[in-house]
């Protein structure tokens, strides 16, 4: 069974710039979560998905926003880069909501100058 | 907001040797979770706790569950280079609508 996967891999961005991230989940998982990894903030949950709608969402300012498509795919945007939105973006899926076992991707590393 | 702590931040042992990574929540939760991420990797699932006294073991890593005192514990037994990572606990508000990360243990292994 394949794992979850992202891309890009790894993005390089001026300030002021729009990046849009995509996920592919696992086969059959229909939650799809993405969180932000900084050194300075950790780990932090930005937003789930659910049957294409924004079910839940974390303390992140508009400019992060994302969807998802009826095969479950998802896509992270994230609009006026600023030089903090610098971090390692991980996309995880499950198979119904947040309190099942989530299954994380590789990440998309994404550097803003 | 729930806040979840993890001590030690930075542990450095010996192999052979045995060690607690501990992780306090702040609030209700019946789950918690570990994971384990290597230097510029993904974070890779170890174990889901889902109730009071719960207790798993995978190899050299044992897990437990304390919901009364909010606190879970991982213990690593007879440590080897191996399991050289950052170990990170989370924990979701009951509810599903929120998941949260410790802070995460470095964790570093000396031959």
């Known amino acids: 069974k394949a794992g979850v996967t992202q891309t890009p891999r790894y993005l390089i961005k001026t300030r002021g710039q729009q990046v849009t991230l995509s996920c592919s989940p696992i086969?059959?998982?229909?939650?799809v979560s993405w969180y932000q990894q900084t050194p300075g903030q950790g780990l932090q949950f930005l937003f789930e998905?659910?049957?294409?709608?924004?079910?839940n969402k974390g303390n992140f300012p508009g400019r992060f926003s994302g969807r998802q498509f009826s095969n479950s795919r998802s896509e992270m945007n994230v609009s006026t880069l600023e030089l903090g939105d610098s971090a390692l973006y991980l996309c995880?899926?499950?198979?119904?909501?947040?309190?099942?076992?989530?299954?994380f991707g590789p990440g998309t590393r994404l550097t803003v100058t | 907001e729930l806040k979840v702590e993890q001590n030690p931040l930075f542990l450095s042992m010996q192999e052979g040797k045995n060690y607690t990574i501990y992780c306090n929540y702040s609030?209700?939760?019946?789950?918690l979770y570990w994971y384990r991420q290597d230097p510029g990797k993904s974070l890779e699932s170890l174990f889901v706790?889902?109730?009071?006294?719960a207790v798993k073991q995978e190899g050299r890593l044992m897990a437990s569950l304390d919901t009364k005192a909010r606190l879970s514990t991982l213990h690593i037994t007879a440590a080897v280079h191996d399991l050289s990572a950052t170990y990170f606990c989370?924990?979701?508000?009951?509810?599903?609508?929120?998941?949260?990360f410790g802070t995460g243990t470095s964790l570093t292994v000396i031959p």
């Open positions: 086969s059959g998982h229909r939650s």
């Open positions: 998905y659910f049957s294409e709608t924004q079910r």
């Open positions: 706790l889902l109730s009071n006294g």
């Open positions: 995880a899926s499950s198979l119904r909501d947040l309190l099942d076992e989530q299954y």
């Open positions: 609030t209700t939760s019946d789950r």
């Open positions: 989370a924990v979701d508000m009951g509810t599903g609508n929120q998941f949260y």
